[in-house]
């Protein structure tokens, strides 16, 4: 009963590559997220959806692009695959956009480009 | 824009012993402050909160923060640390009618048996 899950957890694959990685959460929630978690641990949001309207949209190469084919699912694809993005990415979603509810979080996708 | 400082990236600490993680903040409106942590190889979770109300907030775990508005910060406190403790917490603000979770760099708490 994972209330947010991500697929894969780990993610190997060289430069050039196109990838997706997907994200579902069960509990309900309007809200989504995409954040980037570097090699220094900084979190940094990327994307949110809100009832499948996107609302942030931080400065992110457009080789990213997210994708809500409904309030519980937000998938990233990424195009042409760097060095950079080794990252670990997570997901999260909360009650609403704007409310006090907390974000609830994946267990992360770790992408390593080779 | 709101920011958050976390003064310490490491902080080691003996079992038993009490620890403080210090988060400082920046926001010209009112804010909602959070305490995240993240184990090894997992995602972070939900530690505890300040929406309002009492300035002092608990975590189930022994984890208690105080909300200082004079002073912007919200330190995490605990006063006996144990090794399941180790871990990078996270302090993470957000402004009222936000929709954006600002997180800090994070300190990492280890606890020496």
């Known amino acids: 009963d994972t209330a947010v899950s991500q697929t894969p957890k780990y993610l190997v694959t060289q430069m050039g590559n196109d990838k997706s990685i997907k994200c579902e959460q069960n509990?309900?929630?309007?809200?989504m997220y995409w954040y980037k978690q570097d090699s220094k641990k900084f979190l940094k949001i990327m994307f949110s959806?809100?009832?499948?309207?996107?609302?942030i949209n931080e400065t992110v190469p457009n080789r990213f692009s997210p994708k809500s084919p409904d309030k519980a699912h937000l998938n990233l694809h990424i195009n042409s695959l760097e060095l950079g993005d080794s990252a670990v990415y997570f997901c999260a979603s909360s009650q609403a956009a704007g409310s006090n509810q907390p974000q609830h979080f994946g267990d992360g996708t770790r992408l390593s480009i080779l | 824009a709101q920011s958050v400082t976390q003064l310490d990236s490491q902080v080691p600490v003996f079992e038993e012993a009490p620890v403080e993680l210090r988060c400082n903040y920046s926001s010209s409106v009112s804010v909602y402050l959070f305490w995240y942590v993240q184990y090894p190889n997992q995602g972070l979770q939900l530690l505890l909160k300040y929406l309002s109300g009492s300035t002092l907030v608990e975590s189930i775990n022994g984890f208690e923060a105080e909300f200082n508005k004079s002073q912007t910060s919200f330190h995490l406190r605990k006063p006996s640390v144990h090794i399941s403790d180790t871990a990078e917490y996270f302090c993470a603000v957000m402004t009222t009618g936000s929709y954006q979770l600002t997180f800090g760099k994070g300190t990492k708490l280890s606890v020496i048996p």
């Open positions: 509990l309900g929630h309007d809200t």
């Open positions: 959806y809100n009832n499948k309207e996107l609302i």
